[in-house]
């Protein structure tokens, strides 16, 4: 079997926010669908100058600020593409189609408005999603994690886990629905339990359990297209089932030894690198994460870091989140 395709593409993000995309000449393949700008990488050249020259050609700017974002393999049926996607946030220039394409800036929350190439569909979810998702603590008394939630959505964060195993069945339901009314933006909670109270919170998205990925059957998507589908995921092939289940990102954990789970072997970060390589959806690092981490997780293709306790410290120290 011949090598991928090697294509360097880029999530480029303006002070704002927004996220700029191109769309393919008719004349092209696939064309007249939108895409993230970039283009093959040439033999010998490495990713960064790639990534660097695509942009300026395709584009007129230059790359100041860049890191990996999600790698992505994609078999078309006359080829195989590794999507090799950096997000761009600081850059000198102004964008503009070069070779005759249109742009536009959107605002991330917008990409699936638009038709994109099939192998596109995960970077619009990395795109999309944070750099830090925020797993609530185990607290048996639900007016203190409520309080956890404000806070959190007050100081910023953007994709929140309703997790309370302390709380019975009809607790958990209760607090759910309080959290509901706190949060303008439903979207960004991720809510668990029986997959039977999803019709209960049509606007937010749903975190399954590992136990869940074992049981569910592989087959149909058991959650609609536009809510957040996650999963806990500890192996190869608890990934696999996730992958066939059709969910937009994952936690991988523990990467490394923890309080809450000290009975549980690390993966480390070797083993985590090579299961993010064969992965192509956003992976989230769990387990003893700290905010020195974050960088080495997005060097390793994470999506980013998952946490309790670590990004609760930095909550609570006032960290940039």
Known sequence: MSAPLHVMAAVIRSPAGRVLIARRPEDKDQGGLWEFPGGKREPGETRTAALARELREELGIEVRQARPLIQVRHAYPNKTVLLDVWQVTAFDGEAQGLEGQPVRWVWPDELPDYRFPAANYPIISAARLPERYLITPDEPNPELLLERVEQALAAGITLIQLRAPQLSEAEYRCLAQRVLTRCLHPERLMFKGPLAWADEFPSVGWHLTARQLHQLPVGARPLAAHR????????????????????DFVTLSPIQPTQTHPEAQPLGWEKAQQLIADFPRPVYLLGGMKTEDVPRAFEIGAQGVAGIRGILTMLFNGENL
């Not at 957040?228 to 969910?247: M, P, Q, R, T």
Request: hydrophobic residues 60%; proline residues 0%; negative net charge.
């Open 228 to 247: 957040w589908l996650a999963a806990s995921c500890h192996s190869a092939a608890e990934l696999d089932k996730a992958l066939a289940l059709g969910v």
